[in-house]
């Protein structure tokens, strides 16, 4: 089999699907490595680095290959040959032209951001390995914006108080982020509408706001589910008492092929203290907080909210290092004896396959698309 590494395509975009150390473990098993001239060069990986791993660098990845590895959706898919493959980020419950594009081309594609989260799968996860790193770089965004310190300090002028904190979402960014911010001296506090992640938040040292719901919060898949118009109110009352004694909020909560749910509104922010800051994980998908200009960074009474996009690609090298190990599990499922094995039976297969044989074969991408009329 060969695996073709092309570069990343998408703005801003520096991580890279397969790095040297990954494709020499692939070499060593019998597969063929090809990586675009180039493409690591943003994660701090040379052309040099790759061949001496045993690939061969080329002016395109795309060409002659069994399978196409990438981080993010390449540009020209559309002009793979009927019956390649392609494992990348392709977001394909709310990305339905791509993923009607990957079919039409007789594209069999895998999204790594639909692998079910079950133990077998854990290696795979790079939702969750990205995650992790987003939750990190928040807790310092959040500390760099503070115009306060994030621990006590004591001095001969008298002690500085630590800055409270709030995180919002208890998935693995948000505990990433608690863990963070508490290694840097804050109080924190998290909140999720999942009753169950309590014993998490506890273990890192911060104080789990909750509130009592007569209705399931997490889906089958561990992520949080839309909750009812009344849960969702009772939600917001205490979000909103908490927000006005923190000094920063860190927002995490999304809803996979969702908007992010609002849990910050207008109001709320007008009723923060001045100074505060909201870091918002969830701006690509619409933020957290009403306010939240993706991409930007803006001051509203007082109160700056900040709300950045692919945190994970502003650590290049760790990122790609992450997903390359997970990228580097998922191949090694998928093939057998150099092959590439396309086993729906398979539960770890199945949650990520999304087109072959010019169907689309997700069953909830397959819904997605119906309901939105495609």
Known sequence: MRVGVPKETAEGERRV????????????????????SGAGDGSFFSDAEYQEAGASTAPSAFES?????????PDIVTSLAAGTALAAMIQPLVDHAAVRSLAEAGVTSFSMDTIPRIARAQSMDVLSSMASLAGYKAAIIA????????????????TTPPAKGLVLGAGVAGLQAIATARRLGAVLSGYDVRPVVREQVESLGAT???VE???EAEDAGGYARELSEEARRKGQELVHSAVQEMDFVITTAAIPGRPAPKLIDAGMVRDMQPGAV??????ESGGNCELTKPGETVVENGVTIVGPLNLPSSMPTHASQMYARNMLNFINHTTKDGDLII??????TKGCLITH???IVHEATAAAMKANGG
């Open 343 to 348: 086993d729906t039976e398979d539960e770890i």
């Open 278 to 283: 909201i870091v918002d994980l969830a701006a």
């Open 17 to 36: 699907a397969l790095t040297p150390n990954a494709t020499s473990r692939l070499v060593s098993g019998g597969i063929e490595v090809v990586v675009e």
């Open 357 to 359: 044989g010019g169907d």
């Open 208 to 210: 789990f706001l909750e």
């Open 213 to 215: 719901l007569e209705e």
């Open 143 to 158: 500390a760099d914006a503070l115009g306060k310190l994030f621990p006590m300090m004591m001095a001969a002028s008298g």
């Open 65 to 73: 290959v069994d399978l196409v590895v990438a981080v993010r959706k």
